[in-house]
């Protein structure tokens, strides 16, 4: 057996050393965490020792004839008559290497997962059911795997402190609650179908019940009548004045109109964001300016690669915070702290269901930690 020990900064980097070297049959000999200290002991440095090998088969060696040094012409191939050559299908070459890039992608993490200890695997297995990226679960592995080298057992509650630690440090540079009440203008951004005017009605009943605001809406949703609707019957219930705009003179005038009034929502249209015409037009409608507050929402329902591509294309707007939707309509909310931290975006609030205005969460650290961990693993 060949065998060779390798040193890297975390598991998953010294797994890689190891297939890139010696294969995907390579097996882990042994593995321990080294620890050195600098200056003094006052700097710790933290390394991963994985110790693999793999069998080594023999193969016969074979004597060239002495003919075979002279150079081998090869004859080009020309199809017969009758034979048609085959027109390869580019669109389909792609999807098929997309789905090996899958199956390799999976394989690699299989193996990362399955040099874990098995006091860990539930909870690995737990973080892929919540789609959490590959990244963050190496990285909370990473944590608990150097536990388990002090203290070789570790229980179910040791395993959320530790990951919680970890999901902390990823989350503390971000921002994290509601409106600021800062600024006069709060415009809410959103494809369609994610629950924009409901959220807009719960943030707008919050700011009257709780902090006494005298507050209006304006929409610029004109594409459906169900919507302006909806908003006025919110308004309504609040005393609260709306105007409609359909340009960007009637957006003018509408500010005139709500001068005396502390808070003023903007409900915008939902559009499939995804086309960057849409944005262009919004940017036309709407001056975000400095008094101008902005929130995208976006459902936790939607693929997080279509999540992303609507992201990017707000890029331009200067968008404050994120407010994550239908949070109580998907068993998996990893994709929520995947987008907050790869877009180093905060959050304002997630909704939990219909109810106005009461199926709404400011959101807080704390909210944020216990709430990954509302599922149960084993």
């Not at 960007?248 to 709500?258: R, S």
């Not at 890029?315 to 909310?333: A, G, H, Q, R």
Request: proline share 4%.
């Amino acid at each position: 057996m060949k065998m060779k020990k390798y040193i890297a900064p975390s598991i998953a980097e010294a797994m890689k050393q190891v297939r890139s070297e010696l294969g995907e049959d390579a097996v882990i000999i042994n593995s321990k965490v080294i620890v050195k200290k600098k200056f003094f002991g006052l700097i710790r440095q933290k390394n991963f020792e994985v110790l693999a090998g793999i069998d080594v088969v023999e193969r016969p060696k074979f004597d060239m004839p002495e003919q075979m040094d002279s150079p081998v012409k090869v004859q080009p191939i020309v199809p017969k008559k009758d034979e048609q050559p085959v027109a390869g299908n580019v669109s389909e070459l792609k999807e098929e290497i997309a789905s090996l890039k899958k199956i390799l992608q999976s394989m690699k993490h299989e193996s990362i997962q399955s040099s874990l200890p098995d006091e860990l695997k539930p909870f690995a297995e737990y973080m892929k059911r919540q789609e959490l990226n590959q990244e963050l679960i190496t990285a909370i592995c990473d944590e608990l795997f150097v536990h388990m080298q002090t203290t070789k057992e570790i229980s179910n509650q040791e395993i959320k402190n530790i990951a919680k630690k970890v999901l902390q440090a990823k989350l503390s540079p971000l921002p994290l609650g509601g409106l600021s009440y800062e600024k006069k203008y709060v415009c809410v951004l959103g494809p369609t179908g994610v629950g924009k005017t409901t959220t807009i009605a719960k943030m707008a009943a919050r700011s009257v019940l709780e902090k006494k605001k005298k507050i209006g809406f304006i929409t610029t949703d004109t594409y459906r009548i169900a919507a302006i609707e909806q908003l006025k019957t919110y308004a309504n219930l609040l005393q609260a004045p709306v105007e409609i705009v359909y340009n960007f003179n009637d957006y003018k005038e509408a500010i005139k109109k709500f001068e005396h009034l502390d808070l003023v929502f903007i409900d915008t249209a939902g559009r499939n964001y995804k086309e960057a015409k849409y944005v262009n037009e919004l940017k036309k409608l709407i001056s975000f300016d400095e008094e101008v507050e902005s929130y995208l929402v976006l459902s936790l329902t939607a693929k997080e690669k279509d999540i992303e591509t609507i992201i990017e294309q707000f890029n331009e707007l200067p968008v404050e915070k994120f407010v994550f939707t239908k949070i109580d309509e998907t068993n998996s909310i990893g994709a929520m702290y995947n987008l907050m931290i790869k877009y180093n975006k905060g959050l304002a609030y997630y909704t939990t269901g219909q109810e106005v205005p009461e199926d709404i969460e400011e959101a807080t650290a704390d909210k944020l930690l216990e709430l990954f961990f509302q599922g149960e693993f084993k």
